[in-house]
């Protein structure tokens, strides 16, 4: 399975922001991650739908919709409409995550669940074989730009292992503080899909892309 690049346009800059997403595209990132904050469940305030909605078909990538949101089950058929392919909940933000992930389904998507640094990776055992992805937050959700928060690895490990025991095929993706100089650490603790924001838009897009391609080679 092939290491994947999700670029987070949180970082990005919106004034020339379907020019930058289709450039991180050109240069190999596969997955679009877009990251919705309601300023409840997180401190902050991002974009959402009408966001989503404007940049369908600037690029060919997966759409790889993380909601820091409260309740999130409110919002799944809206963020469907607005053109996500996968749609990551966090446990934390669920009153009932079963339902959350049947509904995710229900509208034709791809399952996420993320959990915050804090939450163990063991809150993940009763929906551990319900989901297509699951997203270990590396930083405290709410911002880009943070340090990665090394005790990461051994929650990845620990996802990593917990699937293979049940011989599950999910996805593992890892947000917050990645860059060049550590993503190896992640990928070899398991990590499929790699979530960057300054690191890909900070500087010069291209370079860092193809950075991350690169390294992702040595995993083929
Ligand atoms: C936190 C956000 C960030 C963002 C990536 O809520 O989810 O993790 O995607 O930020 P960087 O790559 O700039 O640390
Ligand atoms: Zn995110």
Known sequence: MNKILAPSILSAD???LGEQIR???EHGAEFLHFDVMDGLFVPSISFGMPVLKSIQGVAEQVMDVHLMITEPIRYIEE???AGADFLTVHLEACEDIKATIDKIHACGMKAGVSIKPNTP???????????????IMSVE???GGQAFLPESLDKIRALKAMLKERNLTALIEVDGGIYQSNVRE???AGVDVVVAGSAVFK???VNNVEGFVEIFKEYE
């Open 23 to 25: 450039t991180t595209y």
């Open 186 to 188: 992640v990928l070899d």
């Open 14 to 16: 919106f004034k020339v």
């Open 79 to 81: 963020f469907q409409k």
């Open 121 to 135: 990776v063991e809150q993940l055992l009763p929906i551990i074989d319900q989901a297509e992805m699951f997203l």
């Open 203 to 205: 500087g010069e897009i």
């Open 141 to 143: 959700p709410g911002f």
